[in-house]
């Protein structure tokens, strides 16, 4: 069954550095997400990409904040400086259509920052 | 704003028994509605969805009720197992690309 991958899975980083999340979204899918997670919260949306372009994000994706697909398969979500406050598991998504289908999630990438 | 709210945050049962969690959502444009289960430290998987043209769907233990007069949709677990305890979420998708997740139900099964 194909699945949506993350690396790495736990990411260590001193506040003020700078972090890139990967993932390779299911290959025939066009709509690619991040999510993130702090620890004992619900899943936040944070931005979603189609077409090589954000199409929507939420508050929390402010300017430190960035995604890009580089080549044909990686997902990327970087951040510049980063926060204790970005301490979070981030998961990465994608679907094949933008409404009323499934959207299937990565393993999730542990971001602690300290 | 776009909001889910779900009830209850802590489910506790004993094995056999039904579970009914339920979600309500704010935004009437909203049109797909997912339930995740998550299990600690794993990701969020799909474990049914209902769409908006549909009040109700089955599959094997698990239902999904939609009512979209009133914005409410449950998750009902028939015949409980202790492989069903973790936390659930309930999702709503505007007309929009985003999830709106609700803020989770830890379900305990007790064998």
């Known amino acids: 069954e194909p699945e949506v991958t993350q690396t790495p899975s736990h990411q260590v980083t001193q506040m003020g550095q700078e972090v890139i999340l990967r993932c390779v979204p299911i290959s025939n899918h066009l709509y690619f997400y991040w999510y993130r997670q702090i620890l004992g919260q619900k899943v936040e949306f944070l931005v979603s990409f189609y077409n090589n372009e954000i199409s929507e994000k939420s508050e929390i994706f402010d300017d430190q904040f960035s995604v890009e697909r580089p080549d044909g398969s990686n997902f990327t979500l970087k951040i510049r400086s980063t926060k204790l406050e970005d301490s979070a598991m981030y998961f990465c998504?994608?679907?094949?259509?933008?409404?009323?289908?499934?959207?299937?999630f990565g393993q999730g990438t542990r971001l602690t920052v300290v | 704003g776009e909001n889910v709210e779900q009830h209850p945050s802590t489910l506790s049962v004993q094995e056999g028994d039904s579970a009914v969690i339920k979600c309500t959502y704010s935004d009437s444009a909203s049109n797909y509605f997912p339930w995740y289960k998550q299990e600690l430290g794993k990701r969020p998987q799909l474990i049914i969805d209902?769409?908006?043209?549909?009040g109700e769907k089955k599959d094997q233990r698990i239902a999904v009720t939609l009512n979209k007069t009133a914005k409410h949709f449950s998750l009902h677990i028939t015949e409980t197992q202790p492989e069903d305890s973790a936390v659930y979420f309930c999702?709503?998708?505007?007309?929009?690309?985003?999830?709106?997740f609700g803020t989770g139900t830890r379900l305990q099964v007790f064998p």
């Open positions: 209902i769409r908006s043209n549909v």
């Open positions: 999702a709503a998708r505007p007309n929009t690309d985003k999830l709106i």
């Open positions: 998504a994608s679907s094949g259509s933008r409404t009323n289908t499934e959207a299937f």
